[in-house]
């Protein structure tokens, strides 16, 4: 799923391109896209993009006469930037929003369907969408310290809450933890005054860091190799390699449709965290820790 970091950069590469650009034609190719219906597609048409921002993991495309066009890509929604009036014939083509200078097409992989568009009038209505969360970026250590500690969860799961905190999915919240070198199941409430200053400064660092990367990546052309799996990611997506600050193999816990990646040395003490189906289905043959594993592998 982009992540802030990801939906930064294709907001700038949007405004490089339609702000102040009048939308001439909307073309929506799978209804199941479009989820609201009390303001008609053909509103939008002819109306100049007056501003783009950014709203949890939403991109808000800003039209005159307070119309906004709300886009979430969820997990395998794709943007793209092609030339004007281009013909939608894909399979995963969603829709097309085309504009003097090229068409903004969306796009889905797969067979879910969960991309979602919602066409909203006015800023109130607009608002109904913001769930709550920080924006990490705009926020001090203070604001940031309540919001972490609102509740008593683990440490992957308050980072990737947007109530809490905005913006920051599976692959960040990763790359976040192992650089303030914390647990993913660190209880928040438990964190010591130190240890959530360090998380503070990990947060701004690693989105900042990676958005900057973004931006290098892309120069002046559009995000289009958006993916959370990065060969740069310290621990996401790279199960049993190396950790770049140890070398220890980066462990992983999986959980529902999600995972937690990991290095043991640096983040847990040497434990190995296991989810409940596998400690038990292994019961004393799970090794508890990372010298354990090691040993019976032959490292």
Partial sequence: MPELPDIVVYIEALERRILNQRLIHARIVHPFLLRTAETPVSAVENKR???????????????????????????????????PGTVLRGKGDLASFDFPNGSLVLTESGTKKQASLHIVQGRANLHAFDRGGIDVLQSGLETFSAAL???????????????????????????????????????????????????????????????????????????????????????????????????????????????????????????????????????????????DLEKRQGL
């Fill in 149 to 291: 500690t609102r509740t008593n969860h683990t440490l992957k799961r308050t980072l990737t809450d947007p109530h809490l905190i905005s913006g920051i999915g599976n692959a960040y919240s990763d790359e976040i933890m192992f650089r303030a070198r914390l647990s993913p199941f660190a209880l928040t409430r438990r964190l010591t005054p130190d240890e959530i200053k360090g998380l503070y400064h990990a947060t701004q660092d690693t989105l900042l860091e990676w958005i900057n990367r973004l931006r290098r990546e892309m120069g002046d052309g559009f995000p289009e190799k958006v993916t959370a799996f990065r060969k740069d990611m310290a621990v996401h997506g790279r199960y049993r390699q190396p950790c770049p600050a140890c070398g220890s193999p980066v462990q992983r816990i999986r959980y529902a449709e999600n995972e937690s990646n990991y290095c043991a040395r640096c983040q847990t003490g040497g434990r190995l965290l296991a989810d409940r189906a596998l400690s038990r289905l292994l019961k004393q043959d799970w090794p508890r820790t990372i010298d």
């Fill in 49 to 83: 993009v007056l501003e783009l921002r950014l709203i949890g993991k939403r991109i808000a495309i800003g039209l005159e006469d307070e119309l906004w066009l709300l886009v979430h890509l969820m997990i395998v929604g794709r943007m793209h930037w092609r030339k």
